[in-house]
């Protein structure tokens, strides 16, 4: 399957804006996953006999997730506010499933769910910063313009990039909207695998697209904030520059 990404990136000549093709980094994402998910196989059982070892590792998953999602969304310093909206989605989520009995402190059910969270608020928070960024990038004219009509900074970029970012729910929605007509999610069939009842297995399966749901909204949010307050932003390229 991993050859056949591959090959169809290479032939169809697959690549981002800079003319980076993808069928590398789709390899390399390949072999990384299935390196991680061995080390984390392997340590997984031993982790969660500790809460200090448990928290290390809940710790680490949140890093990664920032340093992920930052440079995906720009190439400067601004890259650590991606912690804001992963950590203001996630946080609160995870509390609250935790002080309702739906998670129990363990280990075992605290690392799956606090890392589908931690990978939804990923994903939200790089499409968000990603699709305004580019946004505010391509309708540059626009905002100047809203600033000379008298528009503080802050709401002339909110009037172009909201709407793009705001696009960074729609895979979110589109699944839990399908949910059991198109798709049946990891945690609904790995509990069926496990022995759980179908209910049990649907119960649980709606908190947490409900909770990433909630996360995303989240970030989406905060990183819509960020990028309109020109925290989070991108470096100038030449012809830019020049512009200014």
């Known amino acids: 399957m991993l050859a056949a990404a591959v090959t169809v990136a290479a032939l169809t000549r697959l690549a981002d804006g800079k003319e980076r093709g993808y069928a590398r980094a789709i390899a390399l ?25 448990l928290l290390a590792f809940l710790a ?31 946080v609160p989520a995870v509390l609250t499933l935790l002080l309702t009995g739906l998670v129990p402190v363990k280990g075992v059910a605290l690392v799956p769910i606090t890392g589908i969270l931690i990978g939804g608020a990923l994903t939200g928070t790089v499409l968000a910063g ?37 696009d960074a ?9 399908t949910v059991g007509l198109v798709t049946l999610p990891g945690a609904f069939v790995g ?25 995303q909204v989240v970030a989406v949010a905060v990183v819509l904030e960020l990028v309109a307050r020109g925290l989070l932003h991108r470096s100038l390229t030449l012809g830019e520059a020049e512009g200014e």
């Open 60 to 90: 680490l998953m949140f890093a990664v997730a920032v340093r992920t999602a930052g440079r995906r969304v720009t190439d400067n310093r601004t890259w650590w506010w991606a912690a804001l909206p992963i950590a203001a989605g996630v």
């Open 169 to 177: 729910l729609l895979p979110g929605l589109d699944q839990t909207r």
């Open 130 to 166: 990603r699709r305004a960024l580019d946004e505010l990038r391509i309708r540059h004219g626009e905002v100047e313009a809203g600033m000379a009509l008298g528009l503080p900074p802050r709401e002339a970029r909110l009037e172009i990039a909201r709407p793009a970012a705001s």
């Open 191 to 215: 509990m069926l695998l496990g022995g759980a009842s179908p209910v049990l297995a649907g119960v649980v399966q709606l908190f947490v697209l409900v909770a990433l749901m909630t996360v």
């Open 29 to 53: 994402a390949g072999l990384r996953a299935a390196l991680q998910l061995a080390a984390v196989s392997a340590l997984i059982g031993w982790v969660v006999r500790a809460v200090p070892l």
